[in-house]
Structures are given as C-alpha cells and as structure tokens.
C-alpha cells in the first residue's frame, strides 16, 4: 500500500464480504487484520479481494526500504521506463520537431507508467470507490482528448513516480518499526537433555534454559538460574544504563548481555515476550484515532467530491453559457481534478502519528494510540502518586533509637523477630535492615497482625508489640519516655515505627522511602513546561510533607484511599484543565481512568500495568516521562504543520486553477508528489526525536 486510501479502500471491500465482523488495515505496517466467521468466510475469500483490487498477500515485506532500489521492484522499473520515454518525447518535441518520434514515445510512456494506475482504478470503479487513480485515468484520458499527449505524459510520469517515492517513505516508517522485531535472535542455545542445541526462538518451551554467551542477546523472555551479568535493557526500557543481573532476576528477550555468561530459565513463549507486546501494541496504535486524523478525514470526506464537481461545472459552464473556449476550460477542469486527490493531506496525521509512536517505543515510552500521543501533549497538569513513583518504593530503616537500657542492636532484632510473618511493605525494611546489620532474628510466637497498624508476638516469654504509635495508644502503652523522639521525627516527615512491650517503650526506628535521584529534575522539568504538578498519596501527611518539599511539589494530599484520589483528579481536571495521572499502573487503576492521561511508569515485565495503562514507561527512569511529553508536543505541533501544509498548498492550487496559473505537471509535481513527501520527511523527524 501507497497511499492511505489504499487502506481505505481495502477496508470498504474486505468488509462488504459476507462473515466478516471487523476489520482493521494498517497503512503504516501494511498489514490487515480481519474478524470473521471462519464457517463463512475463509483465508482464500480475503485473498480474492484483495486480488481483485490489485493487491497480493506476502509472507516477505516487498516494500523493505533497504532493498527498494532494484529490478524486483515493479512499480519503480515501471516509472523509470515512463520517465525514460517522457523524457524522449520532449526532446523529440521541442528540440528535434520529430512527431514520428515524439508520439510513440509519449504513448509508450502513458502505457508502461499507468499500467498500475488503470489496474488499480478499475479494481476502484468496481467497488464504486473513488480515488487517486481513477482521477488520474480522467485526467490522462481527458489530456489526450484535447491533444495534450506532453500533459498526459508527464502526469502519468509524475504520479507513478510519486507513488513509488510515498511507498518508499512509507517503507522507512515500517522498517523503524520492525527494526523492533530485529533485537530479538532468531535462534537459542538451549540445554537439553545433557547437551546445548541450538533451536529457532518459536520453538523454545516454558522451563527451556537459554545458554546467553557474553556479548550476545538475550534470545528469551526469563529468569536467571546462574551467572552474573549486566544487561542493556534499553531496547525495552530506552535506559542507557546497563542493568545487574543475578540469580533470581528477570531478563528480556532483545536486550544484551554484558561480559558475564548467564544461564535463563524461559518464562514466556516467543510470541508473549516483552518485545512481541511492544510490537503489537505499536501495530494496534493506528487505531486510536487522534482528534487530527478525525478531523483531516471529515474534511477529505467533503473536500474530494466538492472540487471534482467544481472541476465537471469548470468544463462545462463556461462554454455553455459563456462563450468560452471549452478546450481551455476543460483543460482547467482537468487540472482541479488531478488537485481534488486528498491524498497528501489524508496522510499527514497518521504518518506522523505512526512515526512519533515507533519512536517513543524505541526510547521506552509506549503510547497506547495517537489519540493519547496528542493528549498527552496537551495536558496542562501532572498529578503524580508518591510511593514507587516519586519515591524509590523501597523504604529504609533510617534510625534505630534504643529506650530503657536496651541496645540498638536489641531493638532491631525485636522488631524484626516480630515483624517476621509481616507482608507489610515497612515490615520487609525491618527484615531487610536486620540482615544487612547481621542481627539474628529469632522465630516468635502467637503471630496476630492488626491491618494497617502493627502487629503483637509473644517473644521470649512475653508479649511485644510493633507498630505505629496509635497502635501502641490503643494497646494503652505510656508514650511518655519517646515523645519528644516521636514528634521531632513526625515533623520531618519519617515514618516512625515503635518496638515495646505492654509496660515499656524498648525502641523507636525511623522509615523513609528516599524520593528518586531524578524525581527533582522531572518536576522541575513539567513545571518550566508550564504544567502544574501535584502529589496524591495515602500516607501520612508528614511523611507526604517532606517528599513533596524535596521534589519541589508545592501542593499534595495525603491518606487518600483509590475513590479520594479519582475525586482529587477530577477536581484538579475542573480547576487546571486536562491531567496526566502517573502512577504504578496497578494500585493506581482508577485514577489513571479517570485522568485524561493515565502514565504507568516501569512496566516492562508488567503484563497487567501494560494494560492499564493510555501510556506506559517501560523502564523505572522517570526522565522518560519528560520524553514522552516533549515528544507528544513535538508530535502536536509537526501534525499542525503538516495539516496546515496540505491545506494551504491544495487550496492555494485550487484558486490558481480556475485563472489558469496552473498546468497538469504542476498540479501533480506540486499539489501531490511534492506535499506528500514534504509531510512524510517532516514525519519521519519524530522517529529520530531525542
């Protein structure tokens, strides 16, 4: 496909057949994906179709951008042979006077360069589409009816030529995309049965172990069952930074390995690996339709039929009713016809939608559909959530302050002796903390954990308590001994987790989960774009106060529960207009929602966060989300251009046509091959968008 009202047309017959549910063609992958009734409808009735409309199905890409440029590629052979012969006519007609040389040569031309355009325009006529190429057929037949053969030549010439050169533009596009597919080995080395075989990536099972050679990719999705490594992640994850890999840790097929041999435990099937859903999702994309490709197809959808009227009343009126000579205004009716083609303003949203997308994908920043690229560019608040976005989602024991004769050695292995059995997020920070001081922790007993506030154990013979100090209030311990601790510790915004028993405090310890390294960079970032940014968070104010001072957040909430941060998110889309709610993807479902924008950040591995979110970063660098919304504003603002391009230079066409300023070639060379390669190059600009 050439053009996007190939798809266009391709989809208005696929779905007239019989079964057929749903279609989707997309122009950018050339792809078509059809849901039908298989006891209806089956591969071969598609086939014939798309046959009757000129088009072959390929397993190959016929249309690789690094193999264009040659004998095998047709339609080019075709051009260059129609240019060759025009080129021959003209120099026969206005050098030699030859019309014994310059006829055969100018009807050469017109036959070996619109053999595709009739093909095509006929395949059109019978399913009662108008398009490019049954305009082009008018015009050519209509030029050479007035003797015109230099005209009819060189549109033929020129609009073959342009289709070839949108369809190698349109290759580059697709090769960007599918240079995707590329990281991924075709083959594994695979250990089986005693032995290390080589196999083809389809063919690798779940529970398969990859053998991964320093300096060579990682064929599989998996785990690490042996060896140490460090693995550039940023095919998947656009992070430079090669990412630690050891014994228990994730791999993705794609990325490459260090210097370190690496054994991989399979996790995922080829065709679920990371990268297959980066793919897939990219290809899907073309379906989120941006508020500029609906608004640029209502305008072709009355554009084309108004100017070929005006160009059948421009033929006819003026002779009619004027006197005027009807070979000149026909000619010029000619001329509006050749204009009335939408195609290079029906393709200057998509190409620039499909381009923006691979290359957000690319760089680790996945756009659900060019609907979401254009909103995220024209957000004008960010509302971020605190833990595992802000913050490293790793709290630290910061403190350990030992009370009434014990040591902070004593305390820790209390707490963590208790803490134990906890799957609470602070409790792993206590573990976490004992192992890395080398503190024992014992096995207690009579394990009962109070949700949200603490837990109570019997240890050694008596019964203690961790947890918050409310929870130690409502188990009526005196606070008295650690108050002044307490409420200096509260007021710098660290968590405070209290050890005691039921008559004695024995020890306070301070939490902290430290803000991100680049957390302060980004908000300042958003900010010097101009967006508001907010914190929502569910823990304590305190703690939500200090974050929101480091990262340089002036206004937050705290102890919000899922519902009171969807209401906070709709009261800050009324207050400052349309807002980007980042967070974990997950825990954070219902305010992404409901945000114009929903950003989960880090979910490469992340089926379900995948899903949920309208974009998704795939590494946990939070830069990515400075990218992603520069990249959705560079994308707004080239997809303005463009529009704005076509436009202009259609219509400007369209006036200059009726005074006769404009001639055939300059309507195809101008209105047609030069706007849509200037529009696909200023495109192609956002795949290599840094």
Same mark, same amino acid.
């Given at each position: 496909? *050439?053009?996007?009202?190939?798809?266009?047309?391709?989809?208005?017959?696929?779905?007239?057949?019989?079964?057929?549910?749903?279609?989707? !063609?997309?122009?950018?992958?050339?792809?078509?994906?059809?849901?039908?009734?298989? &006891?209806?409808?089956?591969?071969?009735?598609?086939?014939?179709?798309?046959?009757?409309?000129?088009?072959?199905?390929?397993?190959?890409?016929?249309?690789?951008?690094?193999?264009?440029?040659?004998?095998?590629?047709?339609?080019?052979?075709?051009?260059?042979?129609?240019?060759?012969?025009?080129?021959?006519?003209?120099?026969? =007609?206005?050098?030699?006077?030859?019309?014994?040389?310059?006829?055969?040569?100018?009807?050469?031309?017109?036959?070996?360069?619109?053999?595709?355009?009739?093909?095509?325009?006929?395949?059109?006529?019978?399913?009662?589409?108008?398009?490019?190429?049954?305009?082009?057929?008018?015009?050519?037949?209509?030029?050479?009816?007035?003797?015109?053969?230099?005209? /009819?030549?060189?549109?033929?010439?020129?609009?073959?030529?342009?289709?070839?050169?949108?369809?190698?533009?349109?290759?580059?596009?697709?090769?960007?995309?599918? =240079?995707?597919?590329?990281?991924?080995?075709?083959?594994?080395?695979?250990?089986? *049965?005693?032995?290390?075989?080589?196999?083809?990536?389809?063919?690798?099972?779940?529970?398969?172990?990859?053998?991964?050679?320093?300096?060579?990719?990682?064929?599989?999705?998996?785990?690490?069952?042996?060896?140490?490594?460090?693995?550039?992640?940023?095919?998947?994850?656009?992070?430079?930074?090669?990412?630690?890999?050891?014994?228990?840790?994730?791999?993705?097929?794609?990325?490459?390995?260090?210097?370190?041999?690496?054994?991989?435990?399979?996790?995922?099937?080829?065709?679920?690996?990371?990268?297959?859903?980066?793919?897939?999702?990219?290809?899907?994309?073309?379906?989120?339709?941006?508020?500029?490709?609906?608004?640029?197809?209502?305008?072709?959808?009355?554009?084309?039929?108004?100017v070929v009227g005006l160009a059948a009343l421009v033929m006819v009126v003026p002779a009619l009713?004027?006197?005027?000579?009807?070979?000149?205004?026909?000619?010029?009716?000619?001329?509006?016809?050749?204009?009335?083609?939408?195609?290079?303003?029906?393709?200057?949203?998509?190409?620039?939608?499909?381009?923006?997308?691979?290359?957000? /994908?690319?760089?680790?920043?996945?756009?659900?559909?060019?609907?979401?690229?254009?909103? @995220?560019?024209?957000?004008?608040?960010?509302?971020?959530?605190?833990?595992?976005?802000?913050?490293?989602?790793?709290?630290?024991?910061?403190?350990?302050?030992?009370?009434?004769?014990?040591?902070?050695?004593?305390?820790?292995?209390?707490?963590?002796?208790?803490?134990?059995?906890?799957?609470?997020?602070?409790?792993?920070?206590?573990?976490?903390?004992?192992?890395?001081?080398?503190?024992?922790?014992?096995?207690? %007993?009579?394990?009962?954990?109070?949700?949200?506030?603490?837990?109570?154990?019997?240890?050694?013979?008596?019964?203690?308590?961790?947890?918050?100090?409310?929870?130690? =209030?409502? @188990?009526?311990?005196?606070?008295?001994?650690?108050?002044? *601790?307490?409420?200096?510790?509260?007021?710098?915004?660290?968590?405070?987790?209290?050890?005691?028993?039921?008559?004695?405090?024995?020890?306070?310890?301070?939490?902290?989960?430290?803000?991100?390294?680049?957390?302060?960079?980004?908000?300042?970032?958003?900010?010097?774009? #101009?967006?508001?940014?907010?914190?929502?968070?569910?823990?304590?104010?305190?703690?939500?106060?200090?974050?929101?001072?480091?990262?340089?957040?002036?206004?937050?909430?705290?102890?919000?529960?899922? %519902?009171?941060?969807?209401?906070?998110?709709?009261?800050?889309?009324?207050?400052?207009?349309?807002?980007?709610?980042?967070?974990?993807?997950?825990?954070?479902?219902?305010?992404?929602?409901?945000?114009?924008? #929903?950003?989960?950040?880090? !979910?490469?591995?992340?089926?379900?966060?995948?899903?949920?979110?309208?974009?998704?970063?795939?590494? *946990?660098?939070?830069?990515?989300?400075?990218?992603?919304?520069?990249?959705?504003?560079?994308?707004?603002?080239?997809?303005?251009?463009?529009?704005?391009?076509?436009?202009?230079?259609?219509?400007?066409?369209?006036?200059?046509?009726?005074?006769?300023?404009?001639?055939?070639?300059?309507?195809?060379?101008?209105?047609?091959?030069?706007?849509?390669?200037?529009?696909?190059? &200023?495109?192609?600009?956002?795949?290599?968008?840094?």
């Amino acid at each position: 496909m *050439d053009c996007i009202e190939c798809a266009k047309k391709i989809e208005k017959a696929v779905k007239s057949i019989d079964g057929v549910r749903s279609v989707r !063609v997309s122009y950018a992958m050339g792809k078509l994906n059809v849901e039908a009734d298989r &006891n209806k409808v089956s591969q071969e009735d598609i086939n014939k179709v798309l046959d009757r409309l000129g088009y072959k199905v390929r397993e190959d890409d016929d249309l690789d951008a690094n193999a264009f440029f040659s004998f095998k590629n047709r339609r080019l052979v075709a051009a260059a042979v129609s240019g060759a012969f025009f080129a021959v006519g003209v120099i026969s =007609e206005f050098l030699l006077h030859e019309p014994y040389l310059y006829y055969p040569a100018y009807i050469i031309a017109i036959l070996v360069g619109g053999y595709y355009i009739v093909r095509r325009g006929i395949a059109s006529v019978r399913e009662r589409y108008l398009d490019m190429n049954v305009l082009m057929i008018v015009a050519v037949i209509g030029a050479v009816l007035i003797q015109a053969w230099e005209e /009819a030549a060189s549109i033929v010439f020129l609009f073959s030529l342009a289709e070839v050169l949108e369809s190698f533009s349109v290759a580059r596009t697709r090769r960007s995309i599918t =240079e995707l597919i590329d990281f991924t080995p075709r083959q594994a080395l695979i250990h089986r *049965d005693g032995k290390d075989v080589l196999v083809d990536v389809t063919d690798v099972s779940i529970g398969d172990v990859a053998i991964v050679k320093p300096g060579q990719r990682v064929p599989v999705d998996g785990e690490v069952v042996s060896g140490e490594s460090h693995v550039d992640e940023s095919a998947i994850t656009g992070e430079s930074v090669p990412a630690a890999k050891a014994v228990g840790d994730g791999v993705f097929g794609g990325t490459l390995n260090g210097s370190g041999a690496l054994e991989v435990r399979v996790t995922k099937r080829y065709e679920d690996n990371m990268i297959s859903k980066i793919i897939q999702l990219v290809e899907e994309a073309e379906a989120a339709k941006s508020p500029s490709e609906r608004f640029v197809d209502r305008f072709a959808r009355w554009y084309t039929p108004a100017v070929v009227g005006l160009a059948a009343l421009v033929m006819v009126v003026p002779a009619l009713f004027f006197g005027q000579p009807f070979e000149e205004w026909f000619y010029r009716g000619l001329v509006l016809l050749v204009i009335s083609c939408p195609c290079a303003l029906v393709i200057s949203t998509p190409v620039s939608v499909v381009s923006a997308i691979s290359g957000g /994908a690319r760089r680790g920043v996945l756009y659900k559909g060019g609907l979401f690229l254009e909103r @995220m560019g024209s957000v004008s608040a960010v509302a971020f959530d605190k833990t595992g976005t802000l913050t490293q989602g790793r709290p630290r024991v910061e403190e350990v302050i030992p009370y009434n004769n014990y040591s902070a050695h004593e305390v820790l292995k209390i707490a963590a002796s208790a803490e134990n059995r906890s799957e609470h997020h602070l409790a792993r920070a206590i573990i976490d903390k004992a192992r890395e001081e080398n503190v024992p922790i014992e096995k207690a %007993q009579s394990f009962m954990a109070f949700s949200g506030k603490g837990v109570a154990v019997v240890f050694q013979e008596r019964r203690v308590f961790a947890g918050s100090p409310q929870f130690f =209030e409502e @188990m009526g311990v005196d606070l008295s001994s650690c108050r002044k *601790d307490l409420e200096e510790r509260s007021a710098l915004g660290r968590t405070v987790i209290l050890v005691g028993a039921e008559e004695e405090i024995i020890g306070l310890m301070t939490i902290r989960d430290q803000p991100r390294p680049e957390a302060k960079e980004v908000v300042s970032g958003l900010k010097a774009m #101009g967006l508001k940014v907010v914190m929502l968070t569910g823990d304590d104010p305190k703690v939500a106060e200090g974050i929101a001072r480091e990262v340089g957040i002036e206004e937050y909430r705290a102890r919000l529960l899922p %519902q009171d941060k969807v209401a906070a998110i709709e009261e800050y889309r009324s207050k400052y207009g349309p807002t980007l709610m980042v967070g974990d993807g997950v825990n954070d479902a219902p305010a992404l929602a409901k945000a114009e924008v #929903g950003v989960a950040m880090g !979910v490469a591995g992340t089926d379900v966060a995948l899903e949920a979110a309208d974009v998704a970063l795939m590494g *946990d660098d939070l830069r990515t989300l400075l990218y992603g919304v520069r990249m959705s504003r560079k994308a707004r603002s080239v997809i303005k251009e463009n529009i704005a391009a076509a436009l202009i230079i259609k219509l400007a066409l369209t006036v200059l046509a009726l005074p006769g300023f404009v001639t055939l070639w300059m309507a195809i060379l101008i209105g047609d091959l030069g706007v849509s390669l200037a529009v696909i190059s &200023n495109a192609l600009r956002l795949n290599r968008f840094r």
